[in-house]
């Protein structure tokens, strides 16, 4: 059993972590040198000069002022408007579990966007196949358990999004859950009501994203509870902001995946953002840490996230050990896994102090 008082530095602490991963999209997972080696092979020009300036190009665009969403998704945009066959998609699940192998990640949820796919010309049963063939990979060669949600965009037609869940009937097994994400259209939720009705129907799990600071994130947030009934929220820190709703998310027991280094490039608001999970934390929500978009917007992989924000909040050892076992609390699996992942969890934190917020 490893003692997490030993000497180990917080970076070697976060490492040795058994790590579980909510909020990640697989568009955003793409290691910059796949994303030319893909863009080269679909003959698509990109905007940067080498993969070392992917990065580079980002901060500067986040540096024009745009408004932080809008200029994030734009983008993002560039990276995921190369992905044009099913092998894409493929290769990219398959490198992004691996990496997630190396980063000690036990198990994950990754989103994925049909629409996006079917707009560049990959069928939505090739694109939904080729992630889970790429995460059966993922499983027997870098022993990463992950499961897929399929996501809405929020500015792009629900109707569209219902045909789409009546035709992963046949794909019901590859698929856990369902979420909504790109830009955060007024009033989104409402739109997606009969969506989510019929999701739930099925019995999808149900997520969608509430991103940080967004005109009217309070009301929705609302709305994703108790129009569209969801069982998580991803980002949703403005809970924080209205004690009515953080009534309701506690008493309905909703979990929150944050991303404590979303947009760390433009990150006026990054110690804001930090202070939002701890006193989420502190306030007794299912909060997590997660990555969001890892590879090419300066939050890096899942060890480098956590280290990060425990390093600048502070976080103690014992927050995020509470942050962890919040993602294996709020992860769609059964119990037996769940409990598997809790033991280990327990075994390689055993007997550490108390979290520097008090459970709420
Ligand atoms: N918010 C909205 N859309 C997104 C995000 C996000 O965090 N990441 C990828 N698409
Ligand atoms: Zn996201």
């Known amino acids: 059993m490893l003692d997490i008082r030993s000497d180990l530095s917080n970076r070697d602490f976060v490492a040795a972590l058994p790590k579980v991963e909510l909020h990640v ?8 040198v796949t994303l030319f080696e893909i863009a080269d092979r679909n003959k698509i020009e990109l905007p940067y000069d080498s993969p ?3 990065l580079a190009y980002q901060s500067d665009r986040r540096g024009a002022g745009r408004e932080n969403l809008v200029s994030f998704l734009e983008c993002l945009d560039i990276s995921r408007d190369a992905l044009r066959t099913p092998d894409d998609y493929r290769t990219i699940t398959v490198e992004f579990l691996s990496r997630c192998g190396r980063e000690g990640v036990r198990y994950v949820e990754v989103m ?9 010309g990959v069928s939505f049963g090739d694109c939904v196949d080729a992630i889970a063939d790429g995460r059966r990979v993922g499983w027997r060669d870098f022993g990463v358990r992950s499961q897929a949600i399929m996501c809405f965009q929020r500015d792009h037609d629900p109707e569209q999004a219902s045909r789409l869940i009546e035709a992963a009937d046949t794909h019901r097994d590859d698929i856990v859950g369902i979420g909504l994400d790109n830009f955060e259209t007024p009033g989104f939720p409402a739109m997606f009501r009969a969506a989510y009705d019929q999701a739930r129907q099925r019995e999808y799990r149900l997520t969608s994203h509430c991103d940080v ?31 009515a709703l953080l009534d309701l998310v506690l008493e309905r027991d909703i979990a929150l995946t944050g991303c404590p280094t979303y947009y760390t490039g433009q990150a006026s608001s ?12 502190a306030a007794g929500a299912c909060i997590s840490l997660n990555t969001d978009d890892p590879a090419q917007f300066g939050s890096g992989w899942l060890s480098n996230t956590i280290w990060s924000a425990m390093e600048a909040a502070p976080f103690t050892r014992a927050d995020i050990v509470r942050f962890t ?26 007997g550490y102090g108390e979290a520097s917020v008090p459970a709420g």
């Open 325 to 350: 076992q919040n993602a294996i609390d709020a992860a769609w699996i059964d119990e037996a896994h769940r409990r598997e992942l809790t033991t280990e969890l327990r075994a390689f934190s055993g």
């Open 52 to 54: 070392e300036g992917v």
């Open 270 to 281: 990054a110690e804001i953002r930090l202070e939002m999970h701890r006193s989420l934390l």
């Open 213 to 243: 600071n967004q005109p009217d994130s309070a009301d929705h947030i609302r709305a994703c509870i108790e129009v569209l009934r969801v069982e998580r929220i991803d980002h949703g820190l403005n809970v924080i902001d209205d004690p």
């Open 25 to 32: 999209h697989i568009e955003g997972a793409i290691e910059p």
């Open 112 to 120: 994925f966007d049909p629409q996006q796919a079917i707009r560049q």
